[in-house]
């Protein structure tokens, strides 16, 4: 069975930085192209950036030039790096195994 578990999430100040982190188990990633989304209060889950398995990367233009997303594949594992972020940006993020598996969610708060 295929579980994804992301960490990584917490309250930071606007402008500030974070590293989410999504450890895949039961099947090995490399293979599959992965993606996080995120959700916000009342709004519908958004895409936010997706990685292929050749290393390919796309990013939501509203987040684009701030997040990256990458992959170490020897830790199976998928990383979102969150720089400059803004109140906007406040939500549950997901990460997804495209057409798997979604993991569980980690809250993102950026708030003064």
């Known amino acids: 069975q295929v579980q994804l578990v992301e960490s990584g999430g917490g309250l930071v100040q606007p402008g500030g930085s974070l590293r989410l982190s999504c450890a895949a188990s039961?099947?090995?990633?490399?293979?599959?192209?992965m993606a996080w989304y995120r959700q916000a209060p009342g709004n519908q889950r958004e895409f936010v950036a997706r990685?292929?398995?050749?290393?390919?990367?796309n990013h939501a233009d509203s987040v684009k030039g701030r997040f990256t997303i990458s992959r170490d594949n020897a830790k199976n594992t998928v990383y979102l790096q969150m720089n400059s972020l803004k109140p906007e940006d406040t939500a549950v993020y997901y990460c997804?195994?495209?057409?798997?598996?979604w993991g569980q969610g980690t809250q993102v708060t950026v708030s003064s």
């Open positions: 990685i292929t398995s050749g290393g390919s990367t």
């Open positions: 039961g099947t090995i990633i490399s293979a599959y192209a």
């Open positions: 997804n195994l495209i057409g798997l598996a």
